[in-house]
């Protein structure tokens, strides 16, 4: 009797101290739901022979770009053997889009042919793809966890008006050129600003017709 007895105490004892790993996420301030980034490559294969587009190619290109509508956020990269001697031309049609042109390239499927190159456009999205998570009842809460749903409402936000979705992942090194007339302006207009407390007390009437 006695050794049956320790044994429950031992078992109750260790049961209290464990913990079930599932509720650590949603028990601290962080929210359950995180914009989650994918990626996708686009490619376009142009005849470059020697490295030249023809006005014709480059025509092809620059509806391509607008196909994609083109913008802040993606990034490009020129492919082959010729992609030295057609980058110029590649970021000509760029230029009108505002983008520019990267070094380097991503692995793409299939082989850049003999005589032409490979414009690749990489773009990356954030979306949550969980919400609305409303996996679990709010209702009991006997373990004091967050809702299931915490994080959907302002992260879906974020995803959607984030400008260039790789920003949340790491941030941008400055580039080491500043204009200091930019970055005095808000203390300039802080300075010659007139104190609206200078101009006394509105006199405001809640009467119909004053």
């Known amino acids: 009797m006695r ?3 320790g044994f429950v105490l031992l078992a109750t004892t260790l049961a209290g101290c464990s913990h079930p790993p599932y509720d650590e996420p949603s028990r601290g301030l962080a929210a359950v739901n995180v914009p989650v ?4 490559d686009y490619v376009f294969d142009a005849v470059a022979p020697d490295g030249s587009l023809s006005p ?13 509508e083109l913008g802040y956020g993606d990034t490009i990269y020129v492919d082959g053997d010729y ?3 057609a980058r110029d031309e ?9 983008m520019m042109v990267s070094d380097g390239a991503p692995v793409t499927a299939g082989a850049v042919q003999p005589g032409t190159v490979r414009v690749v456009v990489s773009r990356t999205r954030a979306t949550l793809p969980s919400c609305p998570n409303w996996s679990e009842p709010s209702q009991p809460n006997w373990a004091n966890r ?8 302002v992260n879906s936000n974020v995803a959607a008006m984030v400008a260039n979705p790789e920003d949340l992942i790491h941030g941008r090194e400055g580039s080491g ?7 005095s302006k808000a203390v300039q207009s802080y300075r010659i600003g007139v104190p609206t407390g200078q101009q006394g007390l509105k006199d405001i009437s809640t009467k119909k017709g004053n």
């Open 3 to 5: 050794c049956k007895l």
């Open 37 to 40: 980034l994918t990626r996708a």
């Open 56 to 68: 014709a190619e480059g025509g092809r290109l620059d509806s391509w770009f607008r196909s994609l």
């Open 83 to 85: 992609a030295r001697a």
């Open 90 to 98: 590649v970021v000509q049609v760029a230029g009108r889009y505002g």
């Open 146 to 153: 967050n809702m299931s749903n915490l994080g959907c409402g």
């Open 177 to 183: 050129v500043g204009d200091p007339l930019t970055s």
